[in-house]
């Protein structure tokens, strides 16, 4: 059983930093896609960012381009979102998800519980 546990949310001033984590245990493929979602109240579900585990190949939202980086660390099998410059918009519930790598893209699979961002200026 995949599970996946976010941490590092919180609230923040507009132009600062957060950084969250999301480790996942019970690991059943060997290379996968992980990627953090959000989701704000009244508004639809946004991909923020995922990361490839072999390649290390990134994708980003416009929205978040050159302001957030996602990395992350095999060994601990967790991946991180790194928030700079945040802005009133990003506050949102943030959740990590994890997928298989398919000729389509993404078939995320499993997901966390999520973790409040809350952006104030």
Do not use: H
Request: net charge neutral.
């Amino acid at each position: 059983q995949v599970q996946l546990v976010e941490s590092g949310g919180g609230s923040v001033q507009a132009g600062g930093s957060l950084r969250l984590s999301c480790t996942a245990t019970g690991n059943i493929w060997s290379t996968y896609y992980m990627g953090w979602f959000r989701q704000a109240p009244g508004k639809e579900r946004e991909r923020v960012a995922f990361i490839a585990s072999n390649t290390g190949t990134t994708v980003y939202a416009d929205s978040v381009k050159d302001r957030f980086t996602i990395s992350q660390d095999n060994a601990k099998n967790t991946v991180y979102l790194q928030m700079d410059s945040l802005e009133r918009d990003d506050t949102a519930m943030y959740y990590c998800a994890k997928g298989r790598i398919t000729p389509y893209g993404p078939n995320w699979t499993y997901w966390g519980q999520g973790t409040q961002v809350t952006v104030s200026s």
